[in-house]
């Protein structure tokens, strides 16, 4: 998990600059896991209107299906069976931390729903920001 927090902070230069540099669109999303509520917290004290939500999932069964069908990093059909385990194994791992994170600052959370139904919570706390 350090390496890839240290590669999210080198992403996170370039989310930093695109969130501070004056753009024409009224909003957008910015996702990955580059995405770190410490990084957020940070940027909020220079960016104003910015509505952290983080999204994760924590079902280790719909994980293993993601990983095994689609692949963490690349195509599920590329690489070996043993190394998509540990990718689930760092997927629940980092889920955690994201969510221990996100807790300590504030920000809210909203598990992935197989129906669709995540999209739902996540307009009722950008409305309810308004």
Same mark, same amino acid.
């Given at each position: 998990?350090?390496? $890839?927090?240290?590669?999210?902070?080198?992403?996170?230069? &370039?989310?930093?600059?695109?969130? =501070?540099?004056?753009?024409?669109?009224?909003?957008?999303?910015?996702?990955?896991?580059?995405?770190? %509520?410490?990084?957020? #917290?940070?940027?909020?004290?220079?960016?104003?209107?910015?509505?952290p939500? *983080?999204? !994760?999932?924590?079902? %280790?069964?719909?994980?293993?299906?993601?990983?095994?069908?689609r692949?963490?990093?690349?195509? #599920?059909? =590329?690489?070996?069976?043993?190394?998509?385990?540990?990718?689930?194994?760092?997927?629940?791992? *980092?889920?955690?931390?994201?969510?221990?994170?996100? #807790?300590?600052?504030?920000?809210?959370?909203? $598990? !992935? =729903?197989?129906? &669709?139904?995540? *999209?739902?919570?996540?307009?009722?706390?950008?409305?309810?920001?308004?």
């Open positions: 998990m350090v390496d $890839q927090n240290n590669e999210s902070a080198a992403v996170w230069k &370039g989310v930093l600059a695109l969130l =501070k540099t004056d753009y024409s669109w009224n909003s957008f999303i910015v996702e990955g896991v580059a995405v770190l %509520p410490e990084f957020v #917290a940070a940027a909020m004290k220079d960016v104003e209107g910015l509505r939500i *983080f999204l !994760y999932e924590d079902r %280790p069964d719909r994980i293993r299906e993601v990983v095994f069908k692949g963490l990093w690349d195509d #599920a059909d =590329k690489y070996d069976d043993d190394l998509k385990a540990k990718e689930i194994e760092w997927v629940v791992l *980092f889920n955690d931390f994201i969510k221990g994170e996100a #807790a300590k600052y504030g920000f809210s959370l909203v $598990q !992935y =729903k197989d129906d &669709g139904s995540h *999209f739902d919570e996540i307009k009722k706390l950008c409305d309810n920001d308004d």
